[in-house]
């Protein structure tokens, strides 16, 4: 069994745009999967309905064997601990510091009187301290998140995901942000620290050389449904037609 496996999923929003149009997809454990499409193509709508940030219309997302599209809101909570969430605008709370950022990534499994007052158990803090070494932002970890650059407070992003202890990296353009020389670094270390931990990642992308540079597998969706799904080495000038002009006619 896939470690995710998508069915049917489709999202329609109030004003009636058609995000998602009924995705299959599977990801398995270790694979690093690159999501391409132009903007509006239903790529971070893939990635928010997969973890319900947003929720799909129909269809269903099973993580590991659980149902997350049948979840009531405490299984929901309890899954999410499982299931890293790294955003292209870091997602950060700028008054807090590095280390805060980092230890919100357990806010999930603390108890509610912990989190209110940020009373975290020093294996907790030792953890953080850990992945903010990791990620290469040790000596940063008193400075408030806005008094960092780009690059710098994406490794707070990939270090707050990490204390989650996640079954899957889902990461919604990473580098959209940042300046090539620092995306590249940024993609090199999640891709080193989830294949040293055997986690798997769903990154949502439009940088086709970045993609094709460090995914195994592509995905292109277009119009909100998916136009191809391969090996990455077999990507070619028509795939690159079928992914950004496609379903150009609907």
């Known amino acids: 069994m896939a470690l995710v496996e998508i069915g049917g999923l489709k999202k329609t929003y ?3 745009e058609r995000a998602l149009r009924g995705i299959d997809l599977t990801v398995e454990s270790g694979e690093m999967v690159a999501v391409l499409g132009l903007s509006g193509s239903g790529k971070s709508t893939l990635l928010r309905c997969i973890n319900r ?9 099973i993580l590991d064997g659980v149902r997350v599209t049948s979840l009531d809101k405490r299984g929901l909570r309890k899954v999410r601990q499982h299931m890293g969430m790294i955003f292209q605008e870091y997602n950060l709370v700028d008054r807090l510091s590095v280390l805060e950022n980092v230890l919100s990534g357990c806010l999930g499994s603390a108890s509610t009187w912990r989190a209110v007052l940020r009373a975290f158990p020093k294996v907790d803090i030792d953890r953080a301290m850990e992945f903010c070494h990791r990620v290469g932002i040790l000596e940063h970890i008193r400075k408030r998140a806005d008094q960092l650059s780009g690059g710098q407070r994406q490794r707070v992003g990939i270090a707050r995901a990490l204390m989650q202890q996640p079954k899957i990296l889902l990461v919604d353009e990473p580098t959209s942000s940042l300046d090539m020389k620092i ?11 989830a294949e040293e931990r055997h986690i798997p990642m769903l990154v949502s992308m439009h940088d086709l050389d970045m993609a094709t540079r460090f995914s195994k597998r592509i995905v292109g969706l277009h119009l909100g449904r998916i136009v191809f799904d391969s090996p990455t080495a077999e990507v070619d000038r028509a795939t690159m037609h079928r992914i950004y002009d496609g379903a150009a006619d609907e």
Request: proline letters at 9%; aromatic letters at 0%; one cysteine or more.
């Open 14 to 16: 109030p004003t009636g």
């Open 183 to 193: 995306g590249v670094e940024v993609m090199e270390l999640m891709c080193t620290i």
């Open 53 to 61: 940030l947003v929720e799909p219309t129909e269809g269903e997302v």
